[in-house]
Nanobody
Framework: QVHLVETGGGSVQPGGSLTLSCTASGNTLSIYSMGWDRQVPGQERELVASLISGINRNDLKMFSDSAKGRFSISRNNAFDTVYLQMDNLKLEDTATYYC??????????WGQGTQVTVSS
């Protein structure tokens, strides 16, 4: 089992920035990837960004098309924490953001979700 605790989120004006963080506990040695999904009410949950820690810091990072160039993802392995830095936020980024980890066996875990609201 892996437990996820998210922090960050909140309200920001268009063009602003927010940082989300997520700390994993429990069987963290089983983690294969860490990242973030988001969901708007009435829509399917979608991938925002994910990171697979590699050897010699050669991490593999993936981003949705909407996140590319604006969002960055990083991980502090010592603390099993993943960060999502979101810059130049747009109205359409408003959603509930969920930390997600995938274990080496393919099991997925999500955090409780944190709200990000972009409004003018």
């Amino acid at each position: 089992q892996v437990h996820l605790v998210e922090t960050g989120g909140g309200s920001v004006q268009p063009g602003g920035s927010l940082t989300l963080s997520c700390t994993a506990s429990g069987n963290t040695l089983s983690i294969y990837s860490m990242g973030w999904d988001r969901q708007v009410p009435g829509q399917e949950r979608e991938l925002v960004a994910s990171l697979i820690s590699g050897i010699n810091r050669n991490d593999l990072k993936m981003f949705s098309d909407s996140a590319k160039g604006r969002f960055s993802i990083s991980r502090n392995n010592a603390f099993d924490t993943v960060y999502l830095q979101m810059d130049n936020l747009k109205l359409e980024d408003t959603a509930t953001y969920y930390c997600k980890i995938v274990t080496k066996s393919g099991t997925k875990y999500w955090g409780q979700g944190t709200q990000v609201t972009v409004s003018s």
